[in-house]
């Protein structure tokens, strides 16, 4: 069975400052694919970033960017320079290759300080 | 907006109603998904429908009923539902019933359910 565990419930960070959210996984699989995804009060689920298992170099979008530590599973979020409109819940997301399921942590709620 | 509407936004029903979430998607997606969110816990897939057929049922109470008459439309039909089924009901579509890691969910704002 997969499992996703993010341990930090709530966080918060300063404007223009950089946050790390943590995030890890339980498979026995070896070919999958890891995702963040942010969810606004608007309650729209976002893709934030995603990356291959198989891919050693960490995907980074922007302001976001990823540790991916396969052998520890782990695929922390680090967000850079924040800014308000980052405030939201943010969910990190395992799949399988192939397959229709995507699994959800349960959370971290990030709160944005002006 | 992802291209993916729900309504409505809020319902409040009693144990006894009978009520339907709708989802549309406007993407030319094949695949729509329900997902139930609850508080404090991880989204739970309920339903995947690929090209009008169900593909998964997450062994899902018969008190929710799903129905996809075509691509573009999804309904969750709910019948004497129980205060804990109260949470943020979630579509998603994606372009084929197979995920990866380009092929990604478009969700909607979800409906928020209460169950009185």
């Known amino acids: 069975a997969q499992t996703v565990t993010q341990s930090q419930p709530e966080m918060s960070v300063q404007e223009a400052e950089t946050v790390t959210l943590s995030c890890t996984y339980d498979t026995s699989e070896n070919n999958y694919y890891l995702f963040w995804y942010k969810q606004p009060p608007s309650r729209q689920m976002i893709l934030v970033i995603r990356q291959e298992a198989y891919k050693q170099q960490n995907a980074t979008e922007n302001r976001f960017s990823v540790n991916f530590q396969k052998a520890a599973k782990s695929f922390s979020l680090k967000i850079s320079d924040s800014q308000l409109g980052d405030t939201a819940m943010y969910f990190c997301?395992?799949?399988?290759?192939?397959?229709?399921?995507?699994?959800f942590g349960t959370g971290t709620r990030l709160t944005v300080i002006p | 907006e992802t291209g993916v509407t729900q309504t409505p936004r809020h319902l409040v029903m009693g144990m006894t109603n009978k009520k339907s979430l709708k989802c549309e998607q406007h993407l030319g997606h094949n695949a729509m998904y329900w997902y139930k969110q609850s508080a404090k816990k991880p989204l739970e897939l309920m339903f995947v429908?690929?090209?009008?057929?169900?593909?998964e049922n997450n062994s899902v109470p018969s008190r929710f009923s799903p129905e996809c008459p075509n691509s573009s439309h999804l309904f969750l039909h709910l019948h004497t539902l129980q205060p804990e089924d109260s949470a943020l009901y979630l579509c998603?579509?994606?372009?084929?019933?197979?995920?990866?890691?380009?092929?990604?969910?478009?969700f909607g704002s979800g409906t928020q359910l209460s169950v009185l």
């Open positions: 997301a395992f799949m399988v290759a192939g397959a229709n399921n995507l699994f």
């Open positions: 998603a579509s994606s372009r084929e019933g197979q995920l990866s890691v380009d092929e990604k969910l478009f």
């Open positions: 429908y690929n090209f009008k057929e169900q593909t």
